[in-house]
């Protein structure tokens, strides 16, 4: 590192006014006397789109002042009161900064990490610091020694994509160790290529219509519709909610039965009106499996659909019946202990399954846990033996909860993006392709395995993974300080790092553990284009700039283009083309493409209308091509047919996920499990309800409008709160063996003893760097545990915990979370 501490206080002092205050601030009085300006006397208002859904903004003298939805969207989400305080929060990166001992000491101190401390630097400095890290790793190790791989939820529109600026930028440069999978999916985008042919956690369902129309009993399985589809991949239109209103008068008319099979009473049933069947928390297989084993004892299975379109129900089958090695029968007098649910309940329930159409609708959150290829698996047996597979109303689907999946597609395209990898025919600058034995792509929820165990080798989906010995990280857009497990491990981990550069627009916990970090703007102050509509495909969405970038951020695509500046590959990177250059081809490729079918105006008359509406979409049916004739449609597995009894998964010789789904005891399980004597409670950390993950948390105002006293809230039964002397509104602390946090009591008859939730999402927040340290707001994921769902995935088991709780006592910390750094001189 040859700029010193000295060199970067003598820049600061330098810096220039403009670059201060920002440009936003300096131009209002100039812009003031435009004509139909937004500093204008009345303002304007302006089209754009996010997560939550479209809107039109209102633009005063520089600022958003109002927020209200598209008028096509006809079920917007509260959520969208928040966006004002995603653009002007207390959390905004206003500055680059690089942390205080990083830069201090001149070498890589990773015990203070943490500690929030910064130093205030120049666009220049801090560009230049990023790319001397990136030579010096390339030279110095090589490019397993750099993971640029970490992706999450990045903002919406095509052309803004952080994950794209940053691998292509990163890539131009060197090669680098990059990611397989999510933390959302991982470990049923793993095992249903194996069952069902494809991932099917991110495929098009059955449209509603067809569901509403045919089923006569619908099963939402760990699944909370109401509560998800709030967000989308792409800019939601929410046109599911008008089918959830004519499910709900269906219920009310007895013309279609709906049960959640769920341990809480979820948002989507209370709203329905429909029934609940609970189910003791990670115990779904053995119910499952006592539901198939009355299926074949009492001969209600679809016989004939097996033999056609499904290979290995007779390898399973003794399993069942408990002929092989364990020697349990799996009948629902054994599975009532574990599971429950009374044995004649299970019975009841596995005869309505076979009695008329039924359509089986499960949720993400039951693949989160340990064995979690176990659910997904056992659900597709289910549905096999019902024999409804690829029957309008009938069958199997994984996605209904996510982004508009089963609203019927209208088949248009959508705009294409910018480009994430370099160009064909282009080398990086350090073309070293050599990974040193290592592996160059990891399972996502392993990465923080590969820096506190280089070197170890694991098993993954049928090979073997060298963990890489991680010495740099690159994060753009993303927040891994929320979706990763195990705070305090976390903590270990980013000690023996030496250079983590992050790219944000909010000061997330994972600023607070970087080394520099650069300030992006919002999605709301630069221009873009979108897809409204991710599985609808229902219209183009025009993203216009709401405000000039505030403090001293930049677009990704601004950053990125000056970091290839500092190696020459500026002009590749750009392509030769401005922000509103790409916008304007992006838009005319996507013109192109959808010319047969859709007709769509010149770009200036859409820029200024805002959205283009494609119309109605049309139904479709999930696999009904491959029942109408399996031999010319197979599925993707080995077979082509449903595989039941996996025979290339068997050949694995996994331990914990094996030839056919099985039961496996979990490490933490509450209401009788393991280590449930210590810690009682089990702690569901699903979705939440009024964010979209980490993002909108920093949202002050609307933060406000559910937290507890400043803290996250925790759902808890009348029962459990009253046994601990808790009553709600009170700030609690959550604990186990691997960490402690404070939350804010919500006592709620919708949780039944044993069960609470915290919402995943919330911003750690701790008292210091130090291990062990509490978490002042409320991050559940500083409790749950850091290991694989089984040899398989190797995915994430965040819903694999139990904790304890108990009413704070004491002087109350202040929260941490938000807010930014402490600026160092």
Request: overall charge neutral; charged content about 25%; aromatic content about 12%.
């Amino acid at each position: 590192m040859s700029l010193s501490r000295r060199k970067f206080l003598k820049g600061l002092a330098t810096t220039s006014a403009a670059s201060v205050i920002g440009p936003s601030l300096l131009m209002q009085v100039a812009k003031a006397a435009e004509e139909g300006s937004p500093y204008s006397a009345d303002g304007v208002w302006k089209v754009s789109g996010s997560h939550w859904g479209a809107f039109r903004a209102r633009i005063y003298n520089g600022k958003v002042v109002e927020i209200k939805p598209l008028e096509r969207d006809k079920y917007p989400t509260d959520m969208i009161k928040g966006i004002k305080g995603i653009i002007y929060n207390p959390s905004r990166v206003r500055y680059p900064v690089v942390r205080l001992n990083w830069l201090k000491k001149h070498k890589f101190s990773g015990d203070t990490r943490g500690n929030n401390r910064f130093v205030r630097v120049t666009w220049d400095e801090a560009l230049d610091l990023f790319y001397q890290e990136l030579e010096r790793i390339q030279k110095d190790y090589g490019p397993w020694a750099l993971h640029a791989g970490m992706t999450g939820w990045r903002a919406t529109g095509q052309f803004h994509s952080c994950t794209s600026h940053m691998q292509r930028a990163v890539g131009m440069h060197g090669n680098f160790m990059t990611k397989v999978g999510d933390y959302s999916t991982g470990a049923g985008q793993t095992i249903l290529p194996y069952v069902l042919g494809s991932t099917e956690v991110y495929a098009q369902g059955t449209s509603w219509p067809d569901i509403l129309s045919n089923s006569k009993t619908i099963i939402l399985w760990a699944n909370d519709p109401m509560k998800n589809t709030q967000v989308g991949w792409q800019c939601e239109t929410h046109d599911s909610y008008a089918y959830y209103e004519q499910l709900k008068d269906k219920i009310a008319k007895g013309q279609i039965k709906v049960i959640s099979v769920d341990p809480v009473r979820s948002k989507t049933q209370n709203y329905l009106g429909c029934e609940q069947l609970y189910v003791n928390p990670q115990t779904d297989v053995p119910f499952m499996l006592a539901i198939a084993h009355t299926l074949y004892k009492e001969e209600l299975y679809a016989k004939k659909f097996l033999e056609t379109y499904a290979l290995g129900f007779d390898e399973f089958v003794p399993y069942l019946l408990g002929k092989t090695k364990d020697k349990v029968e799996k009948t629902p007098e054994w599975a009532e202990p574990i599971c429950g649910v009374k044995a004649d309940q299970i019975r009841e329930f596995a005869r309505l399954l076979a009695a008329d159409r039924t359509q089986l609708i499960f949720g993400w959150a039951i693949q989160r846990q340990q064995h979690g290829e176990q659910p997904y698996w056992m659900g597709a047996v289910l549905a096999a033996m019902l024999g409804q597979i690829g029957l309008p109303g009938g069958g199997i689907s994984y996605a209904h909860h996510y982004s508009g999946v089963g609203i019927p597609s209208t088949g248009a395209a959508g705009p294409g993006g910018f480009p994430r990898n370099v160009d064909e025919g282009k080398k990086p600058k350090w073309d070293n392709n050599d990974f040193k034995g290592y592996s160059k792509t990891i399972p996502v929820a392993r990465w923080v395995d590969a820096i506190l165990e280089p070197g170890k080798e694991i098993n993954y989906n049928g090979s073997k993974v060298k963990l890489p010995d991680t010495k740099m990280l690159v994060v753009s857009g993303c927040n891994p300080w929320h979706h990763h497990q195990d705070r305090n491990r976390m903590k270990k981990a980013f000690q023996k790092l030496q250079t983590v550069v992050t790219i944000d627009f909010a000061w997330t916990a994972t600023c607070r553990f970087s080394d520099i970090v650069l300030p992006a703007c919002t999605q709301f102050e630069r221009n873009d284009i979108d897809l409204y509509g991710a599985y609808s495909a229902s219209g183009i969405l025009a993203m216009h700039k709401l405000v000039d970038p505030l403090y001293q951020s930049k677009t990704d695509f601004e950053i990125f283009t000056e970091l290839c500046r500092r190696f020459g590959r500026h002009k590749e990177f750009t392509r030769g083309m401005d922000e509103m250059e790409w916008v304007r081809m992006l838009y005319k490729d996507c013109r192109d493409a959808n010319k047969a079918n859709f007709e769509m105006p010149e770009f200036d008359q859409f820029w200024a209308d805002g959205v283009i509406d494609f119309g109605e979409g049309k139904s479709f049916v999930r696999h009904a091509d491959f029942r109408l004739d399996p031999e010319i449609n197979p599925l993707g597995t080995p077979s082509g047919f449903i595989e039941i009894f996996s025979r290339k998964i068997d050949r694995f010789g996994y331990e914990h996920c094996q030839g056919h789904p099985m039961w496996f005891e979990k490490a933490e399980r509450s209401h009788g499990g393991p280590m449930s004597d210590k810690y009682p409670l089990w702690l569901q950390s699903c979705h939440p309800d009024q964010r979209l993950h980490s993002q909108m948390c920093e949202s002050e105002e609307y933060r406000a409008t559910y937290s507890v006293q400043g803290r996250e809230p925790i759902y808890i039964s009348p029962e459990d709160a009253k046994k601990r002397g808790i009553k709600d509104g009170d700030i609690v602390r959550v604990f186990n063996d691997r960490g402690q946090l404070l939350a804010g009591a919500r006592v709620s008859d919708n949780y039944p003893s044993g069960v609470v939730r915290i919402h995943e999402g919330a911003w750690y927040g701790p008292m210091n760097e130090k291990v062990g340290s509490l978490d002042t707001y409320g991050d559940p994921n500083t409790l749950t545990m850091d290991v694989g769902s089984s040899e398989l995935a190797q995915a994430t088991s965040a819903n694999t915990v139990v904790v304890e709780i108990e009413k704070f006592r004491g002087e109350v910390p202040p929260v941490t979370s938000f807010g930014g750094p402490i600026y160092e001189s």
